[in-house]
């Protein structure tokens, strides 16, 4: 029997490409008295995409349509979301206007796309949605001038999920999407998202900031420093999306804090920490057991090991703790990622309690 292929994942469509699907059935609605379904839309690098009408309502010179978001096969918290949009006519001259509706959230600082006190809808959604204004209007007469209000049913809980508290949006999720495709199990969106916490950061003033790979070694952070919650980034296993970001976006100080066997992949000068994109080379550790003069013995242990926890906990059996070297190796590669980045580096090694077993200090 041949062995069955890998199944293509599907994609999926952007909360942005669901926004402007509902607010084109809506404005249409507005001015011909029915709702398109399926309503079609023009994708912002070329191409169209169609969606299906979940509700719509009409009412005067309001009208609503929702979409569920199907996010295909990426593990997107949005997926399976109801998404509408409320679009109301305005007088001549208002132009588009945008507000958040209920789980959709508003940004508060600074360093964003979005200036503080707006809709977090982020540009593309936005020039997405005014282009069906526009396709709407030339077909059928209308002015374009409108307000939309865009709304995600249980978005308020679903941004719990994401980064949005850290970044200042508060009360929901951010309308978003470049393409309005997703493709499934993107780094690019959790990457991006790295990148705009350091642009917030750097926005509001902070000076010192945090990469941890995990939630118990944030936790031992934030029982050492009484930091800003906006300073800590989420690295998880993207040190190189950081790392790299900072280069040419500085801070003055960074903490980074990770367990033993993601740091001794960092340290080895992995920029992804992921155990499908990176693994631990064991010799690496034995070049630290040598350095900290441990037995041959315990050596050659090491080139049998399954993981480096096992790695560490033989060397601490044996009277020999390898977090300090670690911390200061894994400062030393991180050091040559940043370059010339005028940024002071601290280097904690946790444990999965969250206690630091090893660590650098700040100085050069």
């Known amino acids: 029997m041949s062995k069955e292929e890998p199944k293509e994942l599907r994609r999926g469509w952007t909360t942005g490409a669901c926004a402007t699907a509902a607010t084109k059935a809506a404005y249409q609605a507005l001015l011909t008295g029915d709702f ?29 349509a929702a979409i569920v978001k199907d996010a295909g096969d990426d593990p997107d918290v949005t997926h399976g979301a109801l998404v509408s949009a409320t679009v109301n006519l305005l007088p001549p001259g208002s132009g588009v206007i945008f507000r958040a509706g209920e789980g959709v959230g508003t940004v508060t600082r600074p360093g964003l796309p979005i200036p503080p006190g707006e809709p977090a809808i982020n540009p593309v959604p936005r020039q997405m949605m005014r282009t069906a204004i526009d396709e709407v209007s030339q077909l059928n007469g ?58 917030v950061a750097r926005a509001v003033g902070l000076s010192h ?17 009484d930091l800003d919650e906006t300073a800590f980034l989420d690295m998880g296993d993207f040190a190189g999306g950081l790392l790299k970001y900072l280069r040419s976006h500085p801070v003055d100080r960074l903490t980074l804090a990770g367990g033993f066997a993601k740091f001794t992949k960092l340290a080895q000068g992995a920029l992804d920490l992921h155990s499908a994109r990176s693994s631990v080379d064991f010799e690496f550790l034995q070049d630290l057991l040598r350095q900290e003069n441990a037995s041959a013995d315990l050596i050659e242990q090491a080139a049998s090991a399954n993981t480096a926890k096992e790695v560490l906990d033989a060397s ?37 309690q969250g206690k630091v077993l090893g660590e650098t200090g700040f100085d050069r």
């Open 36 to 64: 398109p379904d399926p309503v079609e839309i023009t994708l912002p690098k070329g191409g169209t995409a169609s969606f299906a009408l979940t509700r719509h309502t009409l009412s005067g010179k309001s009208a609503s």
């Open 209 to 225: 900031v945090v990469g941890a790979t995990g939630a118990s070694s944030e936790d031992a952070v934030k029982a050492r420093y």
């Open 316 to 352: 601490l059996a044996a009277g020999i703790d390898l977090s300090g070297p670690l911390a200061r190796r894994t400062k030393g590669a991180v050091r040559q990622i940043l370059r010339d980045a005028p940024v002071d580096v601290e280097v904690l090694i946790t444990d999965r």
């Open 142 to 199: 209308g002015a374009g001038d409108v307000e939309i209000t865009v709304s995600i049913e249980g978005g308020a809980e679903l941004a719990l999920k994401t980064m949005n508290p850290r970044l200042g949006i508060l009360g929901g999720l951010s309308v978003l999407g470049t393409t309005g495709i997703v493709r499934p199990f993107s780094c690019a969106a959790w990457i991006a998202s790295i990148h705009r916490g350091i642009d």
